[in-house]
Protein backbone atom coordinates (compact mmCIF):
# COMPACT_ATOMS: atom_id res chain seq x y z
CA UNK A 1 0.00 0.00 0.00
CA UNK A 2 2.84 2.09 1.00
CA UNK A 3 4.20 1.84 -2.55
CA UNK A 4 0.73 2.98 -4.36
CA UNK A 5 0.58 6.18 -2.19
CA UNK A 6 4.41 6.94 -2.51
CA UNK A 7 3.70 6.39 -6.52
CA UNK A 8 0.72 8.53 -6.36
CA UNK A 9 2.34 11.61 -4.65
CA UNK A 10 5.74 11.70 -6.34
CA UNK A 11 4.52 13.81 -9.06
CA UNK A 12 2.99 16.02 -6.41
CA UNK A 13 5.97 15.95 -4.39
CA UNK A 14 8.28 16.51 -8.04
CA UNK A 15 6.22 19.90 -8.74
CA UNK A 16 6.07 21.66 -5.69
CA UNK A 17 10.29 23.41 -6.73
CA UNK A 18 8.36 24.58 -9.92
CA UNK A 19 5.34 25.67 -8.25
CA UNK A 20 7.54 27.86 -5.69
CA UNK A 21 9.48 28.76 -8.91
CA UNK A 22 6.52 30.50 -10.59
CA UNK A 23 5.04 32.29 -7.25
CA UNK A 24 9.37 33.77 -6.63
CA UNK A 25 8.93 34.77 -10.82
CA UNK A 26 5.48 36.52 -10.16
CA UNK A 27 6.37 38.30 -7.15
CA UNK A 28 9.27 39.27 -8.73
CA UNK A 29 7.01 40.88 -11.71
CA UNK A 30 4.82 42.34 -9.65
CA UNK A 31 7.05 44.15 -7.14
CA UNK A 32 8.91 45.91 -10.25
CA UNK A 33 5.79 46.70 -12.25
CA UNK A 34 4.30 48.44 -9.06
CA UNK A 35 7.70 50.71 -8.08
CA UNK A 36 7.51 51.59 -12.20
CA UNK A 37 3.87 52.74 -11.89
CA UNK A 38 4.32 54.33 -8.40
CA UNK A 39 6.92 56.79 -9.74
CA UNK A 40 6.02 60.62 -10.36
CA UNK A 41 7.51 59.97 -13.72
CA UNK A 42 9.92 57.58 -15.97
CA UNK A 43 12.31 58.43 -18.01
CA UNK A 44 13.66 55.76 -20.33
CA UNK A 45 16.45 55.05 -23.72
CA UNK A 46 16.69 51.98 -25.44
CA UNK A 47 18.10 50.22 -28.27
CA UNK A 48 15.41 48.07 -29.83
CA UNK A 49 16.20 45.17 -32.55
CA UNK A 50 13.55 43.05 -34.61
CA UNK A 51 14.82 39.92 -35.91
CA UNK A 52 13.05 37.27 -37.82
CA UNK A 53 9.85 37.51 -39.56
CA UNK A 54 9.16 37.41 -43.56
CA UNK A 55 12.22 36.97 -45.41
CA UNK A 56 14.39 36.81 -42.09
CA UNK A 57 14.39 40.43 -41.89
CA UNK A 58 16.63 42.44 -39.04
CA UNK A 59 15.71 46.42 -38.55
CA UNK A 60 17.37 48.44 -35.32
CA UNK A 61 15.14 51.17 -33.30
CA UNK A 62 16.49 53.93 -31.03
CA UNK A 63 13.65 54.57 -28.67
CA UNK A 64 13.35 57.20 -25.71
CA UNK A 65 10.51 57.80 -23.08
CA UNK A 66 9.48 60.18 -20.79
CA UNK A 67 6.08 60.02 -19.08
CA UNK A 68 4.64 61.67 -16.03
CA UNK A 69 1.64 61.07 -13.63
CA UNK A 70 -0.13 64.08 -14.89
CA UNK A 71 -0.47 62.12 -18.22
CA UNK A 72 2.20 63.90 -20.07
CA UNK A 73 4.95 61.93 -22.40
CA UNK A 74 6.55 62.07 -25.09
CA UNK A 75 7.23 59.14 -26.90
CA UNK A 76 10.07 58.73 -29.77
CA UNK A 77 11.42 55.65 -31.74
CA UNK A 78 13.57 56.25 -34.98
CA UNK A 79 15.11 53.51 -37.59
CA UNK A 80 14.40 51.41 -40.28
CA UNK A 81 11.81 49.14 -41.94
CA UNK A 82 11.96 47.51 -44.97
CA UNK A 83 14.86 50.29 -46.39
CA UNK A 84 12.44 52.95 -45.64
CA UNK A 85 13.30 55.55 -42.73
CA UNK A 86 10.87 55.60 -39.84
CA UNK A 87 10.72 58.59 -36.95
CA UNK A 88 7.50 58.27 -34.84
CA UNK A 89 6.49 60.46 -31.76
CA UNK A 90 3.71 59.96 -29.63
CA UNK A 91 2.94 63.40 -27.07
CA UNK A 92 0.28 63.65 -24.72
CA UNK A 93 -0.26 67.59 -23.70
CA UNK A 94 -2.29 66.07 -20.58
CA UNK A 95 -5.68 66.22 -22.61
CA UNK A 96 -4.84 65.17 -25.61
CA UNK A 97 -2.99 62.11 -27.63
CA UNK A 98 -0.96 62.62 -31.09
CA UNK A 99 0.86 59.83 -32.66
CA UNK A 100 2.90 60.77 -36.19
CA UNK A 101 4.86 58.65 -38.16
CA UNK A 102 7.23 59.10 -41.56
CA UNK A 103 6.36 55.94 -42.62
CA UNK A 104 3.61 55.33 -43.45
CA UNK A 105 2.87 59.33 -43.38
CA UNK A 106 0.29 60.16 -40.95
CA UNK A 107 -0.25 62.28 -37.85
CA UNK A 108 -3.43 60.92 -35.33
CA UNK A 109 -4.90 63.12 -33.03
CA UNK A 110 -7.39 61.98 -30.02
CA UNK A 111 -8.71 62.54 -26.83
CA UNK A 112 -6.51 60.55 -24.32
CA UNK A 113 -7.67 57.43 -23.18
CA UNK A 114 -8.76 57.40 -19.54
CA UNK A 115 -5.99 56.13 -17.24
CA UNK A 116 -3.27 56.92 -19.32
CA UNK A 117 -0.35 56.73 -17.15
CA UNK A 118 -1.19 53.81 -15.35
CA UNK A 119 -2.04 51.83 -19.02
CA UNK A 120 1.37 53.39 -20.26
CA UNK A 121 3.77 52.85 -17.04
CA UNK A 122 2.21 48.96 -17.10
CA UNK A 123 2.81 48.01 -20.61
CA UNK A 124 5.64 49.97 -21.02
CA UNK A 125 6.99 47.41 -17.76
CA UNK A 126 5.06 43.89 -19.70
CA UNK A 127 6.74 44.86 -23.16
CA UNK A 128 8.71 47.42 -23.35
CA UNK A 129 9.07 50.68 -25.21
CA UNK A 130 7.87 48.24 -28.31
CA UNK A 131 4.33 49.24 -27.09
CA UNK A 132 5.02 52.67 -28.64
CA UNK A 133 3.77 51.02 -31.87
CA UNK A 134 0.84 49.94 -30.05
CA UNK A 135 -0.63 53.28 -28.57
CA UNK A 136 0.48 54.62 -32.82
CA UNK A 137 -2.37 52.43 -34.27
CA UNK A 138 -4.61 52.18 -31.25
CA UNK A 139 -4.70 55.11 -29.16
CA UNK A 140 -7.58 57.18 -28.59
CA UNK A 141 -11.12 57.58 -25.99
CA UNK A 142 -12.29 54.32 -26.75
CA UNK A 143 -9.27 51.87 -26.06
CA UNK A 144 -9.71 49.43 -23.66
CA UNK A 145 -7.69 50.76 -20.53
CA UNK A 146 -8.19 47.80 -18.12
CA UNK A 147 -4.44 46.53 -18.72
CA UNK A 148 -5.46 42.64 -17.72
CA UNK A 149 -7.65 42.81 -20.48
CA UNK A 150 -5.57 44.93 -22.78
CA UNK A 151 -2.42 42.37 -21.53
CA UNK A 152 -2.61 40.28 -19.40
CA UNK A 153 0.40 38.25 -18.47
CA UNK A 154 0.45 34.77 -17.56
CA UNK A 155 3.05 31.50 -16.51
CA UNK A 156 5.29 33.05 -15.01
CA UNK A 157 8.85 31.25 -14.71
CA UNK A 158 12.00 32.30 -11.77
CA UNK A 159 15.49 32.16 -14.23
CA UNK A 160 18.91 31.54 -12.98
CA UNK A 161 20.46 35.01 -12.20
CA UNK A 162 22.42 36.55 -14.96
CA UNK A 163 25.29 39.56 -15.53
CA UNK A 164 23.95 42.31 -17.53
CA UNK A 165 27.01 44.82 -18.47
CA UNK A 166 28.98 43.74 -15.53
CA UNK A 167 25.35 44.37 -13.41
CA UNK A 168 24.11 41.30 -11.31
CA UNK A 169 20.76 40.75 -12.66
CA UNK A 170 17.65 38.88 -11.69
CA UNK A 171 15.53 37.04 -14.50
CA UNK A 172 12.45 36.73 -15.12
CA UNK A 173 9.88 35.01 -17.60
CA UNK A 174 6.08 35.44 -18.58
CA UNK A 175 3.85 34.90 -21.32
CA UNK A 176 2.14 37.93 -22.48
CA UNK A 177 -0.93 38.27 -24.60
CA UNK A 178 -2.23 41.10 -26.44
CA UNK A 179 -5.85 41.33 -26.33
CA UNK A 180 -6.53 37.62 -26.07
CA UNK A 181 -4.12 36.76 -29.37
CA UNK A 182 -0.95 34.54 -29.23
CA UNK A 183 0.93 34.57 -25.92
CA UNK A 184 4.31 36.02 -26.58
CA UNK A 185 7.17 34.72 -24.59
CA UNK A 186 9.09 37.55 -22.63
CA UNK A 187 12.47 37.55 -20.90
CA UNK A 188 12.96 40.57 -18.66
CA UNK A 189 16.60 41.07 -16.88
CA UNK A 190 16.44 43.74 -14.40
CA UNK A 191 19.64 45.38 -12.05
CA UNK A 192 19.11 43.22 -8.41
CA UNK A 193 20.01 46.10 -6.70
CA UNK A 194 17.51 48.45 -8.30
CA UNK A 195 14.84 46.03 -9.65
CA UNK A 196 14.67 48.33 -12.74
CA UNK A 197 14.48 46.80 -16.48
CA UNK A 198 18.45 46.26 -17.94
CA UNK A 199 17.32 44.33 -20.90
CA UNK A 200 14.16 42.43 -22.48
CA UNK A 201 13.66 39.57 -25.07
CA UNK A 202 10.33 39.18 -26.47
CA UNK A 203 10.01 36.43 -29.04
CA UNK A 204 6.18 35.99 -31.22
CA UNK A 205 4.35 32.76 -31.39
CA UNK A 206 5.35 30.19 -34.07
CA UNK A 207 7.24 32.72 -36.45
CA UNK A 208 9.98 33.05 -34.28
CA UNK A 209 9.92 37.08 -34.82
CA UNK A 210 12.01 38.67 -31.96
CA UNK A 211 12.44 41.78 -30.03
CA UNK A 212 15.23 42.67 -27.87
CA UNK A 213 15.56 46.07 -26.09
CA UNK A 214 18.68 47.11 -24.24
CA UNK A 215 18.14 49.52 -22.04
CA UNK A 216 21.01 52.65 -21.92
CA UNK A 217 18.88 54.51 -19.41
CA UNK A 218 15.53 53.74 -16.74
CA UNK A 219 15.41 56.45 -14.09
CA UNK A 220 12.57 57.27 -12.10
CA UNK A 221 11.59 60.67 -10.59
CA UNK A 222 14.61 62.16 -12.76
CA UNK A 223 15.24 65.93 -11.56
CA UNK A 224 15.16 67.16 -14.58
CA UNK A 225 12.36 66.74 -18.05
CA UNK A 226 11.54 68.37 -20.43
CA UNK A 227 7.50 68.36 -21.25
CA UNK A 228 6.70 71.43 -21.62
CA UNK A 229 4.60 71.71 -24.48
CA UNK A 230 0.95 71.80 -26.03
CA UNK A 231 -0.68 71.58 -29.05
CA UNK A 232 -4.33 71.99 -30.33
CA UNK A 233 -6.04 68.55 -31.72
CA UNK A 234 -7.19 69.48 -35.16
CA UNK A 235 -10.90 67.36 -35.12
CA UNK A 236 -11.82 65.88 -38.39
CA UNK A 237 -15.40 66.97 -38.97
CA UNK A 238 -17.43 64.81 -40.88
CA UNK A 239 -20.39 66.53 -42.90
CA UNK A 240 -23.50 63.76 -41.86
CA UNK A 241 -24.72 63.99 -45.03
CA UNK A 242 -21.51 63.11 -46.89
CA UNK A 243 -20.27 60.97 -43.62
CA UNK A 244 -19.13 57.24 -45.31
CA UNK A 245 -18.78 53.65 -43.43
CA UNK A 246 -16.68 51.02 -45.32
CA UNK A 247 -16.80 47.23 -44.34
CA UNK A 248 -15.89 43.98 -45.73
CA UNK A 249 -13.43 41.33 -45.29
CA UNK A 250 -9.97 40.91 -46.46
CA UNK A 251 -8.33 37.38 -47.59
CA UNK A 252 -5.27 36.59 -49.09
CA UNK A 253 -4.84 33.42 -51.42
CA UNK A 254 -8.50 32.43 -49.68
CA UNK A 255 -7.61 32.42 -46.55
CA UNK A 256 -8.79 35.25 -43.99
CA UNK A 257 -6.00 37.94 -42.75
CA UNK A 258 -6.61 38.41 -39.25
CA UNK A 259 -5.43 41.15 -36.20
CA UNK A 260 -4.15 43.65 -39.53
CA UNK A 261 -4.68 47.44 -40.02
CA UNK A 262 -6.48 48.69 -42.98
CA UNK A 263 -6.17 52.40 -43.73
CA UNK A 264 -7.67 54.35 -46.21
CA UNK A 265 -6.04 57.41 -47.54
CA UNK A 266 -7.39 60.65 -49.19
CA UNK A 267 -6.78 62.69 -51.51
CA UNK A 268 -6.32 65.23 -49.28
CA UNK A 269 -6.53 65.18 -45.05
CA UNK A 270 -5.96 62.76 -42.63
CA UNK A 271 -6.17 58.70 -42.91
CA UNK A 272 -8.65 56.84 -41.30
CA UNK A 273 -8.13 52.97 -40.60
CA UNK A 274 -9.47 49.72 -38.40
CA UNK A 275 -8.30 46.35 -37.47
CA UNK A 276 -9.16 42.97 -38.95
CA UNK A 277 -10.87 40.66 -36.21
CA UNK A 278 -9.85 36.82 -36.01
CA UNK A 279 -12.10 36.03 -39.34
CA UNK A 280 -10.94 38.93 -41.18
CA UNK A 281 -13.77 40.87 -41.06
CA UNK A 282 -13.50 45.28 -40.62
CA UNK A 283 -14.94 48.27 -39.84
CA UNK A 284 -14.29 52.03 -41.00
CA UNK A 285 -16.11 54.80 -39.47
CA UNK A 286 -15.77 58.54 -39.89
CA UNK A 287 -14.73 58.62 -43.47
CA UNK A 288 -16.02 61.46 -46.04
CA UNK A 289 -17.53 60.58 -49.19
CA UNK A 290 -14.75 60.17 -51.96
CA UNK A 291 -11.80 58.56 -53.53
CA UNK A 292 -9.21 56.40 -51.41
CA UNK A 293 -6.11 54.51 -51.81
CA UNK A 294 -6.22 51.61 -49.42
CA UNK A 295 -3.22 49.78 -47.32
CA UNK A 296 -3.30 46.82 -45.21
CA UNK A 297 -0.26 46.48 -42.44
CA UNK A 298 0.06 42.91 -42.12
CA UNK A 299 3.50 40.72 -42.57
CA UNK A 300 1.28 37.96 -43.82
CA UNK A 301 0.26 39.74 -47.70
CA UNK A 302 2.51 40.93 -50.25
CA UNK A 303 4.82 43.95 -49.49
CA UNK A 304 2.83 45.84 -52.68
CA UNK A 305 -0.16 46.28 -50.47
CA UNK A 306 1.56 47.08 -47.61
CA UNK A 307 3.22 50.44 -48.95
CA UNK A 308 1.03 53.91 -49.38
CA UNK A 309 2.89 54.39 -52.69
CA UNK A 310 2.57 51.12 -54.06
CA UNK A 311 -0.56 49.75 -53.33
CA UNK A 312 -2.97 49.23 -56.13
CA UNK A 313 -5.95 49.28 -53.87
CA UNK A 314 -8.82 52.01 -54.29
CA UNK A 315 -12.10 52.37 -53.69
CA UNK A 316 -14.60 55.48 -54.28
CA UNK A 317 -17.26 55.35 -51.20
CA UNK A 318 -20.24 56.77 -51.43
CA UNK A 319 -22.03 58.20 -48.06
CA UNK A 320 -23.73 55.76 -46.19
CA UNK A 321 -23.17 52.46 -45.75
CA UNK A 322 -20.22 50.50 -48.33
CA UNK A 323 -19.10 47.32 -48.95
CA UNK A 324 -15.60 47.07 -49.74
CA UNK A 325 -14.06 43.02 -49.55
CA UNK A 326 -10.45 42.95 -50.37
CA UNK A 327 -9.32 39.92 -52.12
CA UNK A 328 -5.45 39.51 -52.42
CA UNK A 329 -3.67 36.84 -54.90
Not at 207 to 227: A, H, Q
Not at 234 to 239: Q, R
Not at 255 to 265: C, G, M, R
Request: glycine letters at 8%.
Amino acid sequence: MRYVLAALLLPAVCLLPALAQDNDGEKLYREIEKKIKSATAIQVASELRMEGGPGGMMETFTASLVLTKDNKARLKLSGSAGGKEVNMEIASDGKQLRASMTFPPETKEQPLPKNFHNTVSAMVSRIGLVSGFFFANKGGDGMETDVEKLLPITEFKLEPAEKVNGKDAKVVSYNASPEGKTPARVTLWVDAKTLLPLKRLIVLGKGGERFSETYNEFTLNPKKIDLNFTFTAKKIVVDPALEAIVSGTVTYKGKPVPDSYIDFYPAEGQLRGGETDAAGNYTVKGLTAGAYRVVVNSSKVPALYRDRDTTSLRVTLMKGANIFNIELK
